[in-house]
């Protein structure tokens, strides 16, 4: 399967602990997206990747979200301390992109679904 | 600020009908609109998109129509199949940046 994977596809934490997700976007995408989705909700920006550099970050972003993408390819989502309310969808996605330029659509993720306790 | 509307959560069409599934906009830098379907347990897949120079876009049983003076798209689905009972976002982006993501609507096709 060479579509965009993302591990673990479920965690359950108690509130306080720190978790971190996974995304393996395809291959030759050099963007990388994180969305996250609450029930009722469409997916909502996180931040999203262009090769290795940071590109974009929601400033509804708490300091608790960190996200990596180390070489280009894989990427990383750590939350710490975690609280109640993080409980969501985490989504991953990827492109090939170009500034400036609408080159297509995202590629998602099956998601990583967060249960805080 | 909601960029993206979906005022209809939900929305139910009898197998073979016509599904409208509508969507406004506020942000008119927006410049490339798409719309995805999404299953339960499963992560959103492309549907079909359009570009703010075209009013048009179809494929197959799919059409979205754009009217750039309303900030108004929607999607129309027929003939409307079982199988297309899923979560419809609409989403947009401005420059080949982000997607910002409706709320979704519900469609549930019965046979």
């Known amino acids: 399967d060479t579509g965009v994977s993302q ?84 989504l991953c996605a990827s492109s090939l992109g170009v500034s400036g330029v609408n080159t297509g659509e995202l590629f998602f993720g099956e998601g990583s679904r967060l249960t805080v306790l | 600020d909601q960029q993206v509307k979906q005022n209809s959560p939900s929305l139910s069409v009898q197998e073979g009908r016509i599904s409208i599934l509508n969507c406004d906009y506020t942000n008119s830098m927006f410049d490339y609109f798409l719309w995805y379907k999404k299953y339960p347990a499963e992560g959103p897949t492309f549907l079909i998109s359009i570009s703010s120079i075209k009013d048009k876009n179809e494929d197959g049983r799919f059409t979205v129509f754009l009217n750039k003076s309303a900030k108004h798209l929607s999607l129309h689905i027929v003939p409307s199949q079982p199988g297309d009972s899923a979560v419809y976002f609409c989403a947009a982006s401005a420059h080949g940046n982000k997607l910002v993501f409706g709320a979704g609507t519900i469609l549930r096709v019965k046979s």
Not at chain 1, 41 to 62: D, I
């Open chain 1, 7 to 90: 591990d673990p596809r479920h965690k359950i934490t108690k509130r306080g602990q720190n978790v971190t997700f996974r995304c393996d976007p395809i291959s030759e995408h050099n963007r990388l997206y994180w969305y996250r989705q609450t029930l009722g909700q469409g997916p909502e920006f996180l931040t999203y990747f262009q090769n290795e550099a940071q590109l974009e970050k929601s400033r509804l972003l708490s300091d608790r979200f960190s996200a990596e993408r180390p070489k280009g390819s894989f990427s990383t989502l750590e939350i710490q301390r975690t609280e109640q309310g993080d409980s969501a969808m985490y």
